[in-house]
């Protein structure tokens, strides 16, 4: 008996590269959404050669080679690592049809394609839709973070500068008043043992000098921009707090995911924390999702008063966790707390926990909040009552002179509905973090994508939407099946991209 024998490596054979793709494989499913795609349309480039020059790839095999690669069960996206797949991965060689791009042209077309990518995106979601596979009324919106190409060493905040000048100048005047007990001791026959470390001092001295003129410039830099903080490998990133109060330099990706097939619907990368991101977000899958109105579930990281207002302006209704009221300072005993206050809509007045009532003359205030970019204005109104003046129990309400005063913002309204949506459909609320922790899961545990290549916000945007597309293209698979997705991706025809 002999162990089971393989070919010889010499033997010719008359085969074609579609003979070793099977037709369940989901490389079909890659070759054929990209077939359906109008690249001119979508502004690609080199769609169309120009009649001189040497011959460029044509985008659409570019593409392919990228979706294959930021697929979850190859995961391959560095463009050197994509460039030897193409020479030796028999899929790849069929779906480029042996093509190889060199690692600077893979390179390129990413770097180059921010903005079309993005489209890719939502052209794909817009197939989802026609198929029925959305969840047309309700999504999950969540933010996580994907560390940047930038450490935390090369980002530097207005204290973090300070403490580095302050080393330097340490530093100099130490090294200084060693050169002055030097020359003290200086003498004709001063031994060269004393001259090298005099040198060795000086070139210390040189790059501390080179140091300050860095760290001052940074600081310059930092007080005529509008941020607290710069990054200086990739600017556009940012130091965050992660999980359990840890900081890595990120960028925090937003995503919202419809609840029937945990597909993501649309996304958005920033580099902020997640405050002011639930309208912008609900917005756009609105778009995708192309309803009249809409239901946003989010977590308490969102609960923001004109986030929520404009939301509700816009026809969509927001499950959004309310945040635990902190007591300020200026209110010595919980029992009187802001929220111990009624509000009576009918008199526009509140109550106080001691049956006082607190009014308003109706003046309108205005106030700026927020800083940066992310101001915005709020219009508020003050209530009081002259009942504080004499009340027995004013050193445990307020430490004002004045006595106790509410303020309500024009915002305060939708927040209270939001509230009770909250604690009246506990369960709807519930189904948030199994709807869009799944996504981030799978790309992130799974798949091992926890950080970006690129540098800056719309490369890195231009990144992700690979991902999601990714994403959503093995996700569809495994619902439809793939001889079912091929089949339904021959009938679309691509929208109109405005």
Request: one cysteine or more.
């Amino acid at each position: 008996m002999e162990h089971i024998q393989g070919n010889n490596r010499y033997q010719i054979r008359m085969m074609c590269l579609e003979d070793y793709i099977e037709a369940e494989n989901p490389v079909r499913v890659i070759d054929c959404f990209v077939s359906r795609l109008s690249l001119e349309q979508l502004g690609f480039k080199h769609v169309i050669l120009k009649e001189e020059g040497r011959p460029a790839f044509s985008p659409s095999v570019l593409l392919k080679l990228y979706l294959y690669g930021y697929n979850g069960s190859a995961r391959i996206r560095s463009s050197r690592r994509l460039e030897a797949e193409c020479k030796r991965n028999i899929e790849l060689r069929w779906l480029m049809e042996e093509l190889c791009p060199s690692h600077a042209t893979i390179a390129s077309f990413r770097k180059e394609h921010t903005k079309e990518l993005k489209e890719v995106f939502k052209l794909f979601t817009a197939f989802l839709y026609k198929e029925g596979l959305l969840h047309e009324k309700v999504v999950a919106i969540d933010g996580t973070k994907m560390r940047a190409q930038n450490s935390r060493k090369n980002n530097y905040s207005e204290k973090s500068i300070e403490e580095h000048l302050a080393y330097v100048e340490s530093k100099t005047e130490s090294y200084l008043k060693e050169l002055d007990e030097m020359d003290k001791q200086e003498s004709s026959e001063q031994d060269n043992g004393m001259r090298i470390k005099k040198e060795q001092i000086k070139e210390k001295l040189k790059h501390l000098q080179q140091s300050k003129e860095k760290y001052s410039t940074l600081k310059e830099i930092l007080e005529q921009s509008e941020h607290k903080q710069i990054s200086t490998t990739d600017a556009d990133s940012r130091l965050l707090q992660t999980r359990l109060n840890q900081t890595e330099v990120v960028y925090n990706v937003q995503s919202a995911t419809e609840i029937k097939n945990k597909l993501i619907v649309a996304f958005d990368v920033t580099n902020t924390n997640d405050y002011n991101q639930l309208h912008s977000m609900a917005v756009q899958a609105k778009e995708s999702l192309q309803t009249d109105e809409l239901t946003a579930i989010a977590d308490g990281g969102y609960y923001n008063g004109k986030q929520i207002s404009d939301c509700e302006k816009n026809n969509i209704i927001t499950l959004v966790a309310p945040k635990d009221y902190i007591l300020p300072t200026a209110v010595p005993d919980e029992r009187y707390s802001y929220d111990k206050f009624k509000y009576d809509g009918s008199k526009d007045c509140y109550i106080c926990p001691e049956g006082q009532v607190l009014s308003t003359d109706g003046s309108i205030q205005k106030r700026t909040k927020g800083k940066g970019k992310d101001r915005y204005e709020v219009t508020f109104k003050r209530y009081k009552t002259n009942a504080c003046i004499n009340c027995p129990v004013k050193h445990l309400c307020t430490s004002s002179k004045m006595g106790r005063e509410l303020q309500r913002y024009d915002y305060h309204n939708a927040v209270e509905r939001n509230n009770n949506r909250v604690k009246q459909q506990p369960d709807i609320y519930q189904t948030r973090q199994c709807v869009v922790e799944h996504p981030f899961g799978t790309i992130k545990r799974n798949w091992g994508y926890t950080y970006t290549l690129l540098k800056g916000t719309s490369k890195v945007a231009a990144e992700m939407a690979l991902i999601f597309l990714s994403y959503n293209i093995k996700r569809t698979m495994s619902i439809m099946g793939v001889s079912k997705l091929i089949d339904a991706l021959k009938t679309w025809k691509m929208p109109q991209v405005a």
